[in-house]
């Protein structure tokens, strides 16, 4: 029971729709000294807003119309709007707000979250169901270890330290059943692979 409280925890901490907001936060940590203040509340602001209280609003929304039933979205059905609205939130974000800035890190991590979300989106429409929160934990430390590779610093430890969460990430969705082995490989995959994938773009060119 202690183990499974331990674990839950993990679970809420990096809960998906806190991912695009944690990455902004540590991207103003290592580049926030080039930026404008005004730039750092703007950018802020645009992803707390449409990745986490646009999201959170329109949930409770469709949960008082009966097209979800909880927050852990355990049904494959119930995914199809959110995601869809998830997805077009993203692409909003993307095209019109980092439009005015120069923040090709950010650009590029929240252009692979899109990728992502549309690829659970497109699994979901063909009956599978890949976990959200590895498909969020997985990006989020594939951006850190982009940072580190773009800001030439070593952040070892903390890439580690990411590697472990995502470890008890996963065994908080298997302790609560909310998941099999397979949608946690799977999820992880489709997080990891558009982040690599656009570091020949951005990262690596």
């Known amino acids: 029971m202690l183990m499974r ?21 540590i991207y103003i940590l290592f580049a926030g000294n080039y930026m404008h203040s005004r730039e750092i509340y703007l950018i802020f602001l ?11 609003c329109i949930y409770f929304l469709l949960r008082s119309q ?9 049904d494959r059905k119930e995914r199809v709007v959110p995601l869809t609205i998830y997805c077009l939130l993203l692409l ?20 692979g979250l899109l990728i992502s979300n549309a690829a659970a989106l497109l699994l979901a429409l063909t009956g599978y ?16 270890i982009s940072l580190s590779v773009y800001f030439h610093i070593r952040l070892v430890w903390i890439i580690a ?5 995502c470890g008890f990430v996963g065994s908080s969705r298997l302790q609560a059943k909310a998941h099999n082995g397979y ?5 992880s995959l489709i997080g990891i692979l558009p982040q690599v994938g656009l570091w020949f773009i951005w990262l690596l060119k």
């Open 66 to 74: 009966g097209y979800v039933k909880s927050k852990l979205l355990k």
């Open 5 to 25: 409280g331990f674990l839950q925890i993990f679970s809420y901490l990096l809960y998906p729709l806190f991912i695009p907001v944690y990455a902004t936060l």
């Open 183 to 187: 949608e946690l490989i799977l999820g």
């Open 46 to 56: 645009q992803v707390l807003i449409l990745t986490v209280l646009l999201p959170s």
């Open 92 to 111: 909003m974000l993307i095209q019109y707000s980092f439009a005015g800035f120069n923040v090709p890190e950010l650009y590029y991590f929240f252009m």
């Open 161 to 165: 330290l990411f590697v472990l969460l």
């Open 129 to 144: 169901k890949a976990s959200l929160h590895m498909l969020a934990a997985s990006a989020f430390t594939l951006f850190i």
